[in-house]
């Protein structure tokens, strides 16, 4: 029993005592280069798609109104996401040594979040202007599913042996391999065959943002279903989680930042953002929006309340359908003659003879 004791804490002390990083970030079929943070960045995006369009369709969007969506926003984000990277880490692609050319390889890592949610909004918002969808009920949709698709995001980072903080004794404390300049997306291999690991342990950053975006989904998904957050307070409301984070981890963070005022850029960024998402979720105010397609001739939807939705579904009946209203001028019609009647049956012969004697007397009267 001591024995078995023994091995069990010695094995438990090994698993504990490090977290491994992988040697390889890049595969090849055949001539076709197979990167792992493309791979985790795709999955992400799946996740944050499949999830945002659940939430989307118990609100009226019809299914896989995402994807059409995510033509736009993604492309935009990705595009977003590297000019903020380049712009807040020139160094490495414009500073000395640096190769301006490396700031179009996405793959080999480096999408700054504020840059793709700056751009990938926009794209949203072309993609929902154009499908008639109201930008808010999708950005709320969305604030679940993008800390998802964001944590995935984040094992990118990992296998790129990127994004890790200082030393560390913890437990968990993440192993480094030094990668080769000349191998992309493989570690240096030492004289003995074996991958060079850097002295030491570092804190795992990229693990540490991963088990926060997982919160921020779960925090706002129980607020959300609890409060029912409309017109954009729950997207602002992941802004807020996700920011206050990311602000402390940006502390522990080892790697080439900019630095304002002796502290990182993106911490910064990061209060900057946080308080203009809490502006935005104080001042913001109103129900959720639900959706229905347009009446029939329209385009797009209608926005509609929770109610006048749930009416919509379980009986057809749009918010704008009461009683038929009166015909126009329907007082009148009913006073007019029958349209099968006569010009002479028009006026009896009693009101013709009170009009001539009407009109006598008013002549006497003008020759007087």
């Given at each position: 029993?001591?024995?078995?004791?023994?091995?069990?804490?010695?094995?438990?002390?090994?698993?504990?005592?490090?977290?491994?990083?992988?040697?390889?970030?890049?595969?090849?079929?055949?001539?076709?280069?197979?990167?792992?943070?493309?791979?985790?960045?795709?999955?992400?995006?799946?996740?944050?798609?499949?999830?945002?369009?659940?939430?989307?369709?118990?609100?009226?969007?019809?299914?896989?109104?995402?994807?059409?969506?995510?033509?736009?926003?993604?492309?935009?984000?990705?595009?977003?996401?590297?000019?903020?990277?380049?712009?807040t880490s020139p160094e490495a692609y414009f500073g000395?040594?640096?190769?301006?050319?490396?700031?179009?390889?996405?793959?080999?890592?480096?999408?700054?979040?504020?840059?793709?949610?700056?751009?990938?909004?926009?794209?949203?918002?072309?993609?929902?202007?154009?499908?008639?969808?109201?930008?808010?009920?999708?950005?709320?949709?969305?604030?679940?599913?993008?800390?998802?698709?964001?944590?995935?995001?984040?094992?990118?980072?990992?296998?790129?042996?990127?994004?890790?903080?200082?030393?560390?004794?913890?437990?968990?404390?993440?192993?480094?391999?030094?990668?080769?300049?000349?191998?992309?997306?493989?570690?240096?291999?030492?004289?003995?065959?074996?991958?060079?690991?850097?002295?030491?342990?570092y804190q795992p950053t990229f693990l540490y943002e991963?088990?926060?975006?997982?919160?921020?989904?779960?925090?706002?998904?129980?607020?959300?279903?609890?409060?029912?957050?409309?017109?954009?307070?729950?997207?602002?409301?992941?802004?807020?989680?996700?920011?206050?984070?990311?602000?402390?981890?940006?502390?522990?963070?080892?790697?080439?930042?900019?630095?304002?005022?002796?502290?990182?850029?993106?911490?910064?960024?990061?209060?900057?953002?946080?308080?203009?998402?809490?502006?935005?979720?104080?001042?913001?105010?109103?129900?959720?929006?639900?959706?229905?397609?347009?009446?029939?001739?329209?385009?797009?939807?209608?926005?509609?309340?929770?109610?006048?939705?749930?009416?919509?579904?379980?009986?057809?009946?749009?918010?704008?359908?009461?009683?038929?209203?009166?015909?126009?001028?329907?007082?009148?019609?009913?006073?007019?003659?029958?349209?099968?009647?006569?010009?002479?049956?028009?006026?009896?012969?009693?009101?013709?003879?009170?009009?001539?004697?009407?009109?006598?007397?008013?002549?006497?009267?003008?020759?007087?």
């Amino acid at each position: 029993m001591n024995l078995a004791a023994e091995l069990t804490q010695s094995l438990s002390s090994q698993v504990l005592a490090s977290i491994p990083s992988p040697s390889v970030a890049v595969w090849k079929v055949g001539p076709i280069p197979i990167r792992a943070y493309a791979l985790c960045i795709i999955v992400g995006i799946i996740a944050a798609a499949v999830i945002s369009d659940y939430r989307m369709r118990r609100r009226g969007a019809p299914r896989w109104a995402i994807l059409d969506i995510a033509v736009y926003a993604v492309p935009f984000g990705i595009i977003g996401g590297r000019i903020y990277h380049v712009i807040t880490s020139p160094e490495a692609y414009f500073g000395e040594g640096g190769e301006p050319i490396k700031a179009l390889y996405i793959w080999e890592g480096g999408l700054g979040i504020w840059g793709a949610i700056a751009l990938g909004a926009l794209g949203a918002w072309l993609a929902c202007k154009q499908m008639g969808l109201p930008l808010p009920l999708v950005a709320d949709a969305m604030a679940v599913g993008l800390p998802v698709g964001q944590a995935i995001g984040r094992l990118g980072n990992w296998f790129n042996n990127e994004l890790y903080g200082g030393p560390t004794s913890a437990p968990w404390g993440l192993e480094v391999h030094k990668m080769d300049p000349n191998n992309q997306g493989h570690a240096l291999v030492g004289p003995d065959g074996k991958p060079v690991l850097l002295e030491g342990l570092y804190q795992p950053t990229f693990l540490y943002e991963l088990v926060w975006n997982l919160l921020v989904a779960v925090f706002v998904y129980l607020a959300d279903r609890r409060f029912k957050f409309g017109r954009g307070r729950a997207f602002a409301l992941y802004v807020m989680a996700y920011t206050a984070g990311r602000g402390v981890i940006e502390t522990i963070r080892t790697d080439e930042a900019n630095h304002f005022f002796g502290v990182r850029l993106n911490v910064w960024t990061s209060a900057v953002v946080f308080l203009a998402a809490l502006v935005f979720f104080l001042l913001r105010k109103g129900p959720q929006e639900f959706v229905i397609p347009a009446a029939e001739g329209g385009k797009g939807f209608q926005v509609v309340t929770e109610a006048e939705y749930d009416e919509f579904v379980a009986s057809g009946a749009r918010p704008d359908a009461g009683s038929p209203a009166d015909p126009p001028n329907a007082t009148e019609a009913d006073e007019s003659p029958d349209d099968t009647a006569s010009p002479d049956d028009a006026v009896s012969p009693d009101d013709a003879e009170q009009a001539k004697e009407q009109d006598a007397k008013q002549e006497e009267e003008q020759k007087g």
